[in-house]
């Protein structure tokens, strides 16, 4: 099946930087998105990205769809301690209410 | 603010036994998927179901697995016979259906299904 490496695999920032984590896959995906779970609850849309190349932000979360629609990066800008929670990609290959395939996550934790 | 909901929270069973778990989807939604994630991995996508049918499945759903709409609000997932590495966070999770490029898949809670 289709794979989605992201990494890195966790992350221990302090308070107050910037963070950033990526997917690539072999496969062409139609849309990418970005989630977050926070620990006992089901993951949340944080940015859906439709086009290559797409830009997207979302106050301090910024995401791009690269170009050749087989990656996409997340930037955290000034992180505060309740990003903490583990980020995934996920990604559909066509367009409309088809499966998402999920990377394995990067878990982040936030010192103050 | 409408949301997807799960019962149980948590289930434990006996290897063997049968499971229901529980979903109540968004009301306007007619999309419905189960998702799982065992610990400390990625999400994976077992089943989705449209219009009282499955529309897709992985090959994690064998013959073990089925789903149902036994009602106006309710969508279940049932394992018939459980096996220890059916442990793990079940997520519901619905959407609408519309001409989008992306229908916004929303996730519940989960129900974490522990089989001993």
């Known amino acids: 099946g289709q794979q989605l490496n992201q990494s890195p695999q966790s992350m221990f920032i302090q308070e107050g930087e910037d963070v950033s984590m990526n997917c690539t896959s072999s496969s062409i995906f139609n849309t990418w998105l970005w989630y977050k779970q926070d620990p006992g609850e089901g993951p949340v849309l944080l940015i859906a990205?439709?086009?290559?190349?797409e830009l997207t932000s979302n106050g301090r979360l910024t995401a791009q769809f690269g170009i050749t629609r087989k990656d996409s990066f997340l930037n955290i800008s000034a992180s505060i301690p309740s990003d903490v929670g583990i980020y995934f990609c996920a990604g559909q290959l066509t367009s409309g209410n088809t499966p998402l395939v999920f990377g394995k996550g990067t878990r982040l934790s936030v010192i103050a | 603010e409408p949301e997807v909901t799960q019962t149980p929270s948590h289930q434990v069973t006996q290897m063997g036994q049968e499971v229901i778990l529980r979903c109540v989807p968004i009301s306007n939604h007619l999309y419905f998927y189960w998702y799982r994630q065992i610990l400390g991995q990625k999400v994976e996508f077992l089943v989705s179901?449209?219009?009282?049918?499955?529309?897709?499945k992985s090959e994690i759903f064998d013959d073990q697995f089925s789903v149902e709409r036994p009602d106006g609000s309710n969508f279940t997932l049932k394992i018939r016979s459980t096996k220890l590495e059916d442990s793990a966070m079940y997520f519901c999770?619905?959407?609408?259906?519309?001409?989008?490029?992306?229908?916004?898949?929303?996730f519940g809670p989960g129900t974490r299904l522990t089989v001993l």
């Open positions: 990205l439709y086009k290559a190349g």
């Open positions: 179901f449209y219009n009282n049918e499955i529309s897709e």
């Open positions: 999770a619905s959407s609408e259906t519309s001409a989008s490029s992306y229908n916004e898949q929303f």
